[in-house]
Antibody
Framework: EVQLVESGGGLVQPGRSLRLSCTAS????????MSWVRQAPGKGLEWVGF??????????EYAASVKGRFTISRDDSKSIAYLQMNSLKTEDTAVYYC???????????WGQGTLVTVSS | EIVLTQSPGTLSLSPGERATLSCRTS???????FAWYQQKPGQAPRLLIY???NRATDIPVRFSGSGSGTDFTLTISRLEPEDFAVYYC?????????FGGGTKVEIK
């Protein structure tokens, strides 16, 4: 059974940093791209970014709203994907979902999400 | 950035009725990179349709997707009580992804 479990969310002040983790199980983690999607309270879904598998260079892509502030990385030996969030803004407040991304660019498995609240 | 516009914003229907949800993209996209998701309150989204018309694993046959180019449709043939939720479309292209704003299907 595929499982994705996010951790690391919480309350953080504007301008500070936070790192989220996504621990995967039930599939060969290194074979898949991994992505982060967020959802602000009461709002729709917003793609944050993704990291390709090593077979495709392990490169990353980001939404314009987070580019230069957020970094996605992966540790295939531990089956963990990370989202490093720097220079956080109040508008980054959201539930952050870890997802498994298919070659077709869709997300076939989602974690339960972790809430990040950016507030002073 | 490709913008996805979903309509209507809210759809009020009764169980057993047919639901037709629309998603229009601001540029032509490949059907291979288009998907639909369902989200219920307090839950993560669930993949329904990928490649515009392929049902994901364990998705009931009452859900179907169609469309190409800039116009895509999700149809629920007969609404079951568990289908009342918010539905999102999504596209992938040019190393960027976008979601539509969502359509809420509510009980009339």
């Amino acid at each position: 059974e595929v499982q994705l479990v996010e951790s690391g969310g919480g309350l953080v002040q504007p301008g500070r940093s936070l790192r989220l983790s996504c621990t995967a199980s039930g599939f060969t983690f290194g074979d898949y791209a991994m992505s982060w999607v967020r959802q602000a309270p009461g709002k729709g879904l917003e793609w944050v970014g993704f990291i390709r598998s090593k077979a495709y260079g392990g490169t990353t892509e980001y939404a314009a709203s987070v580019k230069g502030r957020f970094t996605i990385s992966r540790d295939d030996s531990k089956s963990i994907a990370y989202l490093q969030m720097n220079s956080l803004k109040t508008e980054d407040t959201a539930v952050y979902y870890c997802t498994r991304a298919s070659a077709g660019g869709y997300f076939d498995y989602w974690g339960q999400g972790t809430l990040v609240t950016v507030s002073s | 950035e490709i913008v996805l516009t979903q309509s209507p914003g809210t759809l009020s229907l009764s169980p057993g009725e047919r639901a037709t949800l629309s998603c229009r993209t601001s540029q032509r996209i490949s059907s291979s990179y288009f998907a639909w998701y369902q989200q219920k309150p307090g839950q993560a989204p669930r993949l329904l349709i990928y490649g515009a018309s392929n049902r994901a694993t364990d998705i009931p046959v009452r859900f179907s997707g169609s469309g190409s180019g800039t116009d895509f449709t999700l149809t629920i043939s007969r609404l079951e009580p568990e289908d009342f939720a918010v539905y999102y479309c999504q596209q992938y292209g040019s190393s960027s992804l976008t979601f539509g704003g969502g359509t809420k299907v509510e009980i009339k």
